[in-house]
């Protein structure tokens, strides 16, 4: 009488664990694929929040917030350069409703959004006003 083992050999054990791995790894990238990808889809709306609140604000007191440097530049978005527009200032509207972390408006990679405007001196702000929100690279990890 035969007796019979009723089980798997290594060699298909060890078949089955690769077939697995492969998958896990095929998925694994997929899923860093798509998280990159939601990252640059929330900096761009949040891109576009802040510059509507720009305008909005621009549109309701036909200006500009004083903070910004008469001459142009980059400054930071944080709770002091956007006071007016968090309803901060003076006015007290909320125009931006941002979750601030740190006292900075962060974009996902956690690193302040910066924001670079030009005005030429003998023209009014406004109608030179120009705005270039960025982010840096995707690829950069926070400190």
Known sequence: MKHMNRGFTLVE?????GM????????????????????????NAEVRQLIGAWLAYEAAYDGWPTDLPAGGGEIEATQSTLKELLGEGQN???FLNAQMVNGAFRDPWGMPYKIRFSARPQQDLKDQFSAAITFPNRNRLPQ
């Open 20 to 43: 697995l791995g492969l998958l896990m790894a095929t998925a694994a990238t997929g899923v860093a694929r798509a998280k990159g990808q939601a990252k640059v889809t929330k900096a």
């Open 92 to 94: 007290k509207v909320v």
């Open 13 to 17: 054990m060890l078949v089955v664990i």
